[in-house]
């Protein structure tokens, strides 16, 4: 939230100009960076309109609260009414979403979506869009979890007359998702009155839903189970939603037109693709519609079998690799959703492959070429291997070179790193994967970040916050060997050594052996924290608290990193592969190593000079010891 007073208060600040400017420090002091002209000439058009609207309709001593964010992600409701209710004398919510739209035109094949000039891809109906605030607001805030009722939503066009956004209105509506025009304004106050009494003040009430516990997000593998068997459990909000629709309107084309496109879905750590992915599957596999899950990373599809197919078969076998389509007849599905799609290799032939099947396509071509209507979701930035090839470029000259469409819906918000955008911003400016160089962290109370001076350190704060009861994992960069899988009954070899202290890898292969779970389920199983995870088990996945450290392949020297090639052990780096790919690989790998906890991160760094390089960013008060 960015700032929050009575009705009245933030019409008189608005008049002077003043709440402008707290907004616009407030939010460089929450995401690191200024709001853009478009977005601050919103605020200077929009909130007028609604605080004038509820001065008018004697709602003064309602309290607003802006940009209000929404738990666990990054999105924000452009305003938040609180109040009491007129009948009930209970508190009362209502979900504000402002728009400057003077025109729109809903979407021919899907009225949930609608198309506006100023943007090239479909947005979500405001109707919808605001819907959904209300139901992510009662599914992730305590105060209202049990109590539903007191939460609404309007979208307010205050530009639009009736003629110019006519076309929205066949949305189907309930009691979150009403749509007011300016030249509804009259209708826009008599509805407020319904939901907020102007006798009371609505101080105590915003009070009450800032203090609401953050119920924890539901974990992707926790639910995959009932999301794919029974009914959709995820709440997908605004850019998220378009790409689930844009999907299912692209089959039902398919299907009633022998048509084929191509959708990407791209977005950085966290952005719910893989949330997407499976709220995808579940509506296709309910409606009997051939479709399949893909990735390119062992640990996530057995994961995927393993919870979401605990029992049904048919279920486990909904989860593939992309190298499972060589000999597989073009369109033989209807859909193929090819999570984490950044790992789309070259081919997909390995030396285990048969002569016959060695046809050298391009596995980019085999994916395409298998479904109606292929789906790639990826987030270029976490390519972490060389050959590795999903690129948005790739896949879209693949797609051109047969003459398909391909639709790209970008996402912005995320909901990793408690929906913490600075933090994010925080590590790629850490590592340098944007200009500027690395800055210090200042905590938004979204994220936590601590700094430790050992890795006995690190793992003994982690131990404390699972005996909180959060989940904890520990993980670092492939600067140590790593021995073969021991034989039941016998130790783990501690490959990872740092001084004194001594940690096994997490397993290899596809059993448990000694206590540790195999593989790909070292990210999930809790019996995963005694062992130090690579980033080729990490990857897709998230724990509360993560733990990592930051091994001699990437240092602090004077001003800037320094990788260096000899440091790793990982056996993907080639004499073949250059210095330059493999800087940027490396780099990549702390990336999504830094970006898997849901609540905070503890970072350690084997080298004394990068140490106190972290520990001058970091912050000393929020070193370990002070934590």
Known sequence: MLFRASARSVAAAALDSSLFLHLTEQFFHMHGYRPGPSEVRSWERSIPALTNALNDAGLGNVEVMLEYALPLNSKRADAVLAGVHPVTGEPSYVVVELKQWSQAEPDEDDPALCHIDAYAHPVLNPAEQVRRYCEYLVNFNGAVSEHPGRVSGVAFLHNATEFGVSGLREIERDGNGQLFTAERRGEFLDHLRTKLSDKHPGGRAADELLAGRTIPSKQLMSVAAEEVRVREQFVLLDEQHVAYRMVLNAVRKAKRSDHKEVVIVTGGPGTGKSVIALSLLGELYRQGIPALHATGSQSFTKTMRKVA???????????????????????????????????????????????????????????????????????????????????????????????????????DSQFRCGGSDAYLRWVVRLLGLEPGGPVTWDPDDRMQLVAADSPEEMEMFLEGRRSQGYGARMSAGYCWPWSKEPKPGDPLPADVLIGDWARPW?????????????????????AGFGQVGCVYTAQGFEYDWSGVIIGPDLVWRGDKWVTDRAASKDPVFKKSTSDADVDRLIRNTYKVLLTRGMVGTVVYSTDPETREKLRELVGAEREVAAV
């Open 506 to 526: 997490n397993l290899r292969g596809e059993r448990a052996v000694s206590g540790a779970p195999p593989s790909a389920l070292w990210a999930t199983d809790p």
């Open 309 to 411: 197919g605990a029992r049904k078969r048919e279920v486990q076998e909904l989860f593939k690799y992309f190298n499972s389509f060589m000999t597989t007849e073009r369109n033989t599905l209807d859909v193929l959703i090819c999570d984490e799609a950044h790992r789309i290799r070259e081919t997909s032939a390995n030396r285990y492959t048969p002569a016959a099947h060695r046809t050298g396509r391009p596995q980019i071509e085999e994916l395409i070429d298998v479904a109606r209507v292929p789906v790639f979701l990826l987030d270029e930035h976490q390519v972490v291997r060389p050959g590795e090839m999903g690129t948005v470029a790739e896949i879209k000259a693949a797609a051109a070179k047969k003459g398909l469409e391909c639709h790209v819906v970008p996402l």
